[in-house]
C-alpha cells in the first residue's frame, strides 16, 4: 500500500495521497531500483528492443538521483498566448495520477529554452502519487528539486517559464522523447521508465515484469562472476561460466 507521508532531504515530512495507489507496481519499482541501466539496455537488446534509450542529454539533476515507474505521459505544443484554459488542462491532468508513477513531458514542440517543470508542480504531483520526472526539455527551481529529494531527469536548466511559451493540450497519450540510436523513441501511458546516471530506458508496459525477472536472473550471474573475477580467476574461463562481462 502507498505510504502515507515521506520526508524530503532537509527531514520535513510530506503529505502523499494515498487515494490513488497501486501495490503492485509499487513492488515492481522497489525491484527495478536494485538494477541499473547498462543491465536493462542489456535484457532489453536480448529482446530485439535495443531502441528504448532516451538521449543522452537527458540528465537527473544530481547523481544519485533515479526514477522508476509506470509513465504518466503529458503532450505539449508550442504557443504565443497566455491561454489560462491550458494551465488548467494540466492541473486537473495532475489529478488523474496513481502512485507510484513518473510524470513524462515531451518537448511541445517548441524550439524555445523554457523550464517545462519546477519545484511548485512537483510538490503537487508528489502529492498525488508522482514519484519522479523525466522532461525532455527544461527544468527550474533546480536547487528546491534536489532539496525536496523529487528525482527529475531533464535536457537543461533555465530559469524561464513556460507559460505563454508552451501549453499541455493533452495526458495519458502517446508522445515522442529524443532517442538515444533513433531520432525519437514512443512512450505510451503506462511504459515502465527507468533511469538513472547512466541514462533512461522505456520499457514496453505489456513487458515491464518479464524485463525485471530477466535482469534479476542476469544479475544473479553478474554477482556470482563479480565474486570470481575478485580471486583473480581466469577471465576467460569465468566469462565462458557466466557470459557476462
Same mark, same amino acid.
Given at each position: 500500500?502507498?505510504?502515507?507521508?515521506?520526508?524530503?532531504?532537509?527531514?520535513?515530512?510530506?503529505?502523499?495521497?494515498?487515494?490513488?495507489?497501486?501495490?503492485?507496481?509499487?513492488?515492481?519499482?522497489?525491484?527495478?531500483?536494485?538494477?541499473?541501466?547498462?543491465?536493462?539496455?542489456?535484457?532489453?537488446?536480448?529482446?530485439? %528492443?535495443?531502441? /528504448? $534509450?532516451?538521449?543522452?542529454?537527458?540528465?537527473? &539533476? #544530481?547523481?544519485?538521483?533515479?526514477?522508476?515507474?509506470?509513465? !504518466?505521459?503529458?503532450?505539449?505544443?508550442?504557443?504565443?498566448?497566455?491561454?489560462?484554459?491550458?494551465?488548467?488542462?494540466?492541473?486537473?491532468?495532475?489529478?488523474?495520477?496513481?502512485?507510484?508513477?513518473?510524470?513524462?513531458?515531451?518537448?511541445?514542440?517548441?524550439?524555445?529554452?523554457?523550464?517545462?517543470?519546477?519545484?511548485?508542480?512537483?510538490?503537487?504531483?508528489?502529492?498525488?502519487?508522482?514519484?519522479?520526472?523525466?522532461?525532455?526539455?527544461?527544468?527550474?527551481?533546480?536547487?528546491?528539486?534536489?532539496?525536496?529529494?523529487?528525482?527529475?531527469?531533464?535536457?537543461?536548466?533555465?530559469?524561464?517559464?513556460?507559460?505563454?511559451?508552451?501549453?499541455? %493540450?493533452?495526458? /495519458? $497519450?502517446?508522445?515522442?522523447?529524443?532517442?538515444? &540510436? #533513433?531520432?525519437?523513441?514512443?512512450?505510451?501511458?503506462?511504459? !515502465?521508465?527507468?533511469?538513472?546516471?547512466?541514462?533512461?530506458?522505456?520499457?514496453?508496459?505489456?513487458?515491464?515484469?518479464?524485463?525485471?525477472?530477466?535482469?534479476?536472473?542476469?544479475?544473479?550471474?553478474?554477482?556470482?562472476?563479480?565474486?570470481?573475477?575478485?580471486?583473480?580467476?581466469?577471465?576467460?574461463?569465468?566469462?565462458?561460466?557466466?557470459?557476462?562481462?
Amino acid at each position: 500500500m502507498a505510504p502515507n507521508n515521506d520526508t524530503d532531504r532537509s527531514g520535513n515530512n510530506v503529505v502523499l495521497s494515498a487515494v490513488n495507489a497501486d501495490p503492485e507496481m509499487e513492488l515492481l519499482c522497489s525491484r527495478y531500483k536494485k538494477l541499473y541501466a547498462g543491465l536493462l539496455f542489456d535484457v532489453l537488446e536480448g529482446m530485439g %528492443l535495443q531502441n /528504448q $534509450v532516451l538521449s543522452h542529454e537527458i540528465m537527473p &539533476l #544530481t547523481l544519485d538521483m533515479k526514477i522508476v515507474g509506470p509513465a !504518466f505521459t503529458l503532450k505539449g505544443s508550442t504557443t504565443a498566448v497566455k491561454d489560462e484554459t491550458y494551465r488548467y488542462r494540466r492541473l486537473n491532468a495532475i489529478k488523474s495520477m496513481m502512485y507510484p508513477c513518473v510524470e513524462v513531458r515531451d518537448r511541445g514542440t517548441t524550439s524555445f529554452h523554457v523550464a517545462l517543470f519546477g519545484e511548485l508542480t512537483a510538490t503537487t504531483a508528489r502529492t498525488h502519487g508522482a514519484v519522479g520526472a523525466l522532461v525532455d526539455g527544461g527544468t527550474r527551481d533546480s536547487g528546491m528539486l534536489i532539496a525536496m529529494g523529487f528525482p527529475v531527469f531533464a535536457r537543461y536548466r533555465t530559469p524561464v517559464e513556460a507559460y505563454g511559451r508552451v501549453i499541455t %493540450l493533452e495526458h /495519458q $497519450v502517446p508522445i515522442l522523447l529524443s532517442g538515444e &540510436l #533513433t531520432e525519437t523513441v514512443v512512450v505510451n501511458p503506462g511504459d !515502465f521508465i527507468f533511469g538513472d546516471l547512466d541514462g533512461v530506458l522505456v520499457v514496453p508496459r505489456a513487458l515491464t515484469r518479464k524485463v525485471i525477472e530477466e535482469g534479476e536472473r542476469i544479475l544473479g550471474y553478474e554477482n556470482s562472476a563479480r565474486e570470481e573475477f575478485k580471486t583473480g580467476a581466469d577471465p576467460v574461463e569465468v566469462f565462458n561460466k557466466y557470459h557476462r562481462l
